[in-house]
């Protein structure tokens, strides 16, 4: 395999944001993300205290959601918001750029209301990511494309301390004219722009679309470091089938490799 399976499963946040999900079920997602050792679960802020409880003791971290899923809380909302989550056990933070601030070219809010976040999040010893939703950004806005635009939005969260740039909150379903919603979340595209426009000290997370092993390994392949996944028994479930194959088939040449020179064949 390219990667171990320590490697993979620690590029994951479980992701654990459906507004319908139960207390069971969240609970059941806590058990997940500890049988699989993944880096952490991404959670809602009211189930942060109960989350930290649930996975004492596992090495899996506590992710929460800050001004989620559309980033519209004020920015004293968004920070007293991520103290709560802090002070409840999250040592990440997942907060939602306020893109119709941004789409404005209130870049001086922007900047801002991440630093707020940043500032407060670090002094509690938390790291943050923040969420782009470029689905939202596939016509640009502020007079900028929607590549220049998206490095735009890199820089300032770089210069506002985040510690992730991330593509999607995964429920940035964008309305067609045909009345349908759509939604892609991570694109290769994304990825490659993103890492391209942050230092080596900005790490870039994947979030929406990917729900497959193959979808991980790309992310890995372009510089992500971090994941968010719902399929993530069925991913490293896979690691360990192809694993096991790959294993079967170096056996099974060294006992045929074996048997020739046995035989007196070179």
Not at 185 to 191: H, P, S
Request: proline letters at 2%; aromatic letters at 8%; one cysteine or more.
């Amino acid at each position: 395999m390219k990667y171990t399976y320590e490697e993979l499963a620690q590029m994951i946040d479980h992701s654990l944001l459906h507004p319908t999900m139960t207390d069971r079920e969240l609970e059941e997602g806590c058990r997940v993300a500890a049988r699989y050792k993944v880096a952490s679960v991404c959670i809602k802020p009211y189930a942060a205290r109960q989350a930290a409880k649930w996975l004492e003791g596992t090495g899996v971290k506590v992710g929460c959601v800050i001004g989620f899923p559309h980033g519209n809380s004020s920015t004293e909302s968004k920070r007293y918001e991520t103290e709560l989550a802090c002070r409840d056990g999250a040592v990440e933070i997942d907060m939602v750029v306020n893109l119709g601030k941004a789409l404005s070219g209130d870049w001086v809010y922007v900047e801002q209301d991440i630093q707020a976040v940043c500032d407060t999040a670090h002094r509690l010893g938390a790291k943050v990511k923040v969420i782009f939703e470029n689905d939202y950004l596939t016509q640009g806005g502020a007079g900028l494309s929607s590549e220049a635009f998206k490095v735009r939005l890199c820089q300032i969260c770089e210069r506002a301390g985040a510690d992730w740039v991330k593509t999607s909150s995964g429920y940035g379903f964008v309305k067609g004219a045909d009345g349908n919603y759509s939604y892609r979340g991570a694109t290769e595209a994304d990825l490659k722009l993103m890492r391209a426009s942050c230092s080596p000290r900005v790490q870039v997370k994947a979030a929406g679309g990917v729900r497959d092993l193959d979808g991980l390994i790309k992310v890995r392949d372009l510089g992500g470091s971090r994941c968010g996944a719902t399929a993530t028994a069925a991913m490293l479930d896979e690691y360990r089938k192809r694993e096991a194959a790959e294993q079967s088939g170096a056996t099974n040449a060294q006992q045929s490799r074996s048997t020739q020179l046995g035989q007196g064949g070179y």
